[in-house]
């Protein structure tokens, strides 16, 4: 059966989740620039065999994608409190 635990030393707020706090930075972070990545690759892909534009407009493309995506995702500075 479950086993009964005393809950006597847990004190709500707490406990460290700095860990916590790093992993979820870390995973939102690898989502977002993977995203950026896959939406570079994409545009060139597509660009370059949907179209007759050739490859040198696909890889124009992708670069202005690419500058685009890095400003809007790139880390603001934390407002000051």
Do not use: R
């Not at 930075?25 to 990545?37: D, H, P």
Request: proline content about 1%.
């Amino acid at each position: 059966m479950a086993d009964h635990h005393d809950d006597s030393e847990y004190v709500h707020g707490q406990m460290d989740v700095h860990q916590q706090q790093h992993s979820y930075e870390l995973f939102a972070s690898l989502t977002k620039w993977s995203s950026l990545l896959t939406a570079v690759v994409l545009v060139f892909l597509v660009i370059l065999t949907c179209t007759k534009l050739g490859w040198l407009t696909a890889v124009i493309a992708a670069v202005v994608v690419a500058a685009i995506g890095w400003t809007m995702l790139k880390k603001k500075p934390d407002a000051a409190h």
